[in-house]
C-alpha cells in the first residue's frame, strides 16, 4: 500500500562555483565553473523536471563571508558563496525549458527594498504561470551592513521584527493594491485597467514607508508561496505567521522532530491549521548502486573538499571566527547574531557529541550541518522514509555536491525506488506552485494566512487620491 506522504524534493544551489561544501568545484566531474553560463542553469531545470524535482531552491547572501579570520580570503580561494549572482535572474530562463518545475528565491527582508522587490517577485510570478517561492531571510553577515552603508548589522531577534512589518507591506502591495477584476483588457473600450478598482498603499510604520499602487498587475498566486528557514526561537515565531514552507539542516532526527513541532505549534498560536506548514530537512545524498560504492564517491569527494574553506562556512552559520581557535577546541554554546539553531544543533542539542573545530572541515556528517545519507539505493530510501515517519518532515533541500552526477544519480537511482515504495509522485500536480504543494489550494494564500487579511478594503485609498 502506498506510503501517506509523498516525500517533497528542492535541489539546493546558489549561484556560485560551490555552496555548502567548500572547494567541491575543483572536482574533475564538476561543472561549477559553468556557474556563470546559461546552460549551466537551464540544464539544472531539465534534470529536475526529468527527476519530477519540486523546485529549484536558490540560496544566496549579500555581502562577503568575512568571518574566518576576518577577511574573505578563505571563502574566496575555496570559491564557497563567493563570488556569487543574482538568483533572480536565472528564473526566466530555467522557466522557460520547463513546465511544472517551481523555483524558491531569496530575498533578504533587511537590505532589499520592499516595493522594489515586490515587483520583481510578481513580474516573475507572471513569466512563470505561478512556480516562484520567495525564501525570506533577514541576513546574518556583518560585511552586508558595511557594505550597504549601515552604521550596525541588527541583532538576531530585531531583524524579525523589521521582518514582520516588511512582510505586512509586502502583502499591502500584492494583495491589496490591484482588486481581482481591475485589469479588464478590454479591448473594445479601449481600457486596459479599472482605476476605480486599483488602490494606493499608504503605510507609515517604525521601519518602512510607501504610498503609491503596487507596478504590477495581480499575478497567478499574487503573493508567491513564503519560505523562512529561521530555526530559532523567534525565527519559529515568524515562520508560524508566515510561512507555508520552511526549512532547517540538522543530523539528528530527534532535533528535527523537535523543530517541526515547534514549527506547526507556532502555526496554531498565529491561527493556522498545523499542516498549512510544509518543513523540509536539507540533506547531502551520496548514492550509487551499492554501498561500497556510495562509500567510495564520498571518499572520492572529500579528497577535494576544502577543509579552511568549509570552516569559513561554519565561522559564518555560527557568528564565531573559528580561526582563533585550535583544531582539538570544543564548540561551546554562545550567544550570536548568525543562525543560532545550528549553534543549539551542536551543543545543547547534540546528545553529549562534544563536536571539535577540526570535525568541521571535513567532508562527514558533522554536528550541526544537514543530513548526511552515504550508500546504497535501498539504504537512502530507507534513512529518506525513516526521517519523513519519526521526524514528521514533508521533504528534503538536496545540498549540492559534485554535479551534474550527484543530482543526476538521485534522480535515476532514488526516485524511482521511492515511487515503488509509493513515497514519491509520478507525475506533477497541475496549477501554480501552491497549487502543486497544497492541492485544492487554488493558488492564492489560505484563509487562515495573515496575509489575507490586507486584500482589498476600505483601509487602503484609490490610487487617484495619491495621483491628485
Not at 5 to 28: C, R, Y
Not at 337 to 363: C, H, P, Y
Request: glycine share 8%.
Amino acid at each position: 500500500m502506498p506510503d501517506a506522504k509523498e516525500i517533497a524534493i528542492n535541489a539546493f544551489s546558489m549561484a556560485a562555483p560551490t555552496q555548502s561544501w567548500a572547494g567541491l568545484w575543483a572536482h574533475p566531474a564538476s561543472n561549477g565553473l559553468a556557474y556563470t553560463d546559461l546552460e549551466f542553469w537551464t540544464d539544472l531545470a531539465k534534470l529536475c523536471e526529468r527527476g519530477l524535482i519540486d523546485c529549484v531552491f536558490l540560496a544566496d547572501i549579500l555581502g562577503a563571508n568575512d568571518a574566518y579570520g576576518g577577511t574573505p580570503e578563505a571563502a574566496l580561494r575555496s570559491g564557497t558563496m563567493l563570488p556569487n549572482n543574482d538568483p533572480m535572474m536565472l528564473i526566466s530562463a530555467m522557466a522557460a525549458v520547463t513546465r511544472d518545475l517551481s523555483f524558491g528565491i531569496t530575498g533578504n527582508t533587511t537590505y532589499e527594498t520592499p516595493y522594489l522587490l515586490a515587483r520583481r517577485f510578481s513580474t516573475l510570478d507572471h513569466l512563470t504561470k505561478g512556480r516562484v517561492a520567495w525564501n525570506v531571510v533577514t541576513g546574518i553577515l556583518k560585511s552586508t551592513a558595511k557594505a550597504v552603508g549601515a552604521e550596525n548589522q541588527v541583532g538576531h531577534d530585531a531583524r524579525y521584527d523589521i521582518a514582520d512589518e516588511y512582510m505586512e507591506l509586502m502583502y499591502k502591495l500584492w494583495e491589496g493594491s490591484w482588486e481581482d477584476d481591475a485589469a479588464v483588457r478590454d479591448k473594445a473600450a479601449r481600457v486596459f485597467a479599472d482605476p476605480s478598482k486599483v488602490h494606493a498603499i499608504r503605510h507609515h510604520g517604525a521601519h518602512y514607508h510607501c504610498e503609491g499602487i503596487h507596478l504590477a498587475e495581480p499575478s497567478p498566486q499574487r503573493t508567491p508561496l513564503i519560505y523562512a528557514a529561521g530555526a530559532s526561537t523567534r525565527g519559529r515565531a515568524f515562520a508560524g505567521r508566515h510561512a507555508e514552507a520552511t526549512f532547517m539542516s540538522t543530523n539528528s532526527i530527534d532535533f528535527a522532530k523537535k523543530t517541526v513541532r515547534a514549527y506547526r505549534e507556532e502555526a496554531i498560536k498565529a491561527g493556522r491549521r498545523p499542516d498549512s506548514l510544509k518543513v523540509f530537512n536539507a540533506a547531502t545524498v551520496i548514492v550509487a548502486r551499492t554501498s561500497a560504492e556510495a562509500r567510495d564517491l564520498a571518499a572520492d569527494i572529500a579528497r577535494y573538499s576544502d577543509e579552511t574553506g568549509n570552516l569559513a562556512m561554519f565561522s559564518q552559520w555560527l557568528g564565531i571566527d573559528l580561526s582563533k581557535y585550535a583544531p582539538d577546541d570544543p564548540i561551546t554554546y554562545v550567544e550570536s547574531n548568525a543562525i543560532q539553531s545550528i549553534m543549539e544543533a551542536m551543543t545543547r542539542e547534540s546528545g553529549g557529541r562534544e563536536w571539535k573545530v577540526r570535525d568541521l572541515g571535513a567532508f562527514a556528517k558533522v554536528g550541526g550541518r544537514e543530513a548526511f545519507f552515504v550508500g546504497s539505493v535501498d539504504e537512502v530510501c530507507d534513512e529518506m522514509i525513516r526521517w519523513r515517519d519519526e521526524a514528521d518532515i514533508d521533504g528534503f533541500n538536496l545540498v549540492r555536491t559534485v554535479e551534474p552526477s550527484g543530482l543526476t544519480a538521485f534522480v535515476d537511482l532514488v526516485v524511482p525506488e521511492l515511487q515503488n515504495r509509493g513515497a514519491y509522485k509520478t507525475a506533477y500536480r497541475e496549477g501554480s506552485m501552491r497549487e502543486k504543494l497544497f492541492p485544492g489550494s487554488g493558488g492564492r494564500l489560505p484563509q487562515d494566512h495573515l496575509g489575507v487579511t490586507f486584500r482589498t478594503s476600505v483601509s487602503v485609498e484609490r490610487a487617484e487620491a495619491v495621483l491628485a
